[in-house]
């Protein structure tokens, strides 16, 4: 039997209103997660929930193992996958979310910081993209980014394709490219370079039934 609320709601029903109140510089970060009702289940039975990575999107498999990888150098937790969470979300937005997640369960958490690694959602896409994140400047125009944008984002194609590396896998680019892009994604895990407002996602190897405030199941 679980130690937590379980309801069902409508989407618009299923967050309740005002602010929802994330604090991402917490020591226990309060976290959102759509879970089909099988991984809701299998986490009541079995106490612990573990993403299969094997799910993942071919496409995305260069992004997902270097944030697996980052994972593995940052938390005191092992793993292989990562289970994903909303940090910090508009409550519209994570009402949209349940919208597209009927027959799925909301579950809200409360987890120790040190399980959960945030990373600044807008600009995860620039690693899932396997594109240089460039990051704006104080002061600089969007005229200026913009240019300044284009010419990284030319540079970075021209010696990839200098390499013969155009449309490879991150491991066949080459090693000072790919370490120089690789350092600065990792500016997406920094919440001081970014304003109050932004959206946050977490990622964490395990969720623990213990971890679980209160579920609700998705209805029309």
């Not at 009702?37 to 498999?61: M, N, Y």
């Not at 937790?77 to 597209?100: M, N, P, Q, Y």
């Not at 679980?212 to 209805?219: D, E, L, S, W």
């Amino acid at each position: 039997m679980s130690s937590f609320p379980i309801r069902e709601a409508c989407p618009a029903d299923a967050v309740p209103p005002g602010r929802i109140g994330y604090d991402i510089s917490a020591d226990q970060l309060l976290l959102h997660t759509l879970q089909s009702e099988e991984a809701f289940d299998a986490l009541c039975s079995a106490g612990v929930l573990v993403s299969d990575p094997s799910r993942v999107d071919p496409f995305l498999v260069d992004a997902y193992d270097w944030l697996y990888r980052q994972m593995a150098a940052r938390l005191t937790t092992a793993g292989e996958g990562a289970l994903w969470f909303w940090a910090r979300i508009t409550r519209r937005d994570l009402v949209d979310s349940c919208r597209d997640s009927i027959g799925q369960v909301l579950l809200t958490c409360r987890v120790p910081r040190e399980r959960v690694l945030l990373s600044h959602y807008g600009h995860w896409h620039s690693v899932l993209n396997k594109f240089p994140h460039i990051p704006e400047l104080s002061g600089e125009s969007d005229e200026d980014y913009t240019a300044r944008m284009n010419r990284r984002y030319d540079d970075f194609v021209a010696r990839l394709k200098a390499a013969g590396a155009w449309g490879a896998g991150i491991a066949d680019w080459p090693a000072d490219l790919r370490a120089d892009v690789e350092q600065g994604w990792e500016s997406i895990f920094d919440p001081g370079n970014y304003g109050r407002s932004e959206s946050w996602q977490a990622t964490m190897h395990t969720l623990r039934v213990e971890d679980i405030v209160k579920a609700v199941r998705i209805q029309r």
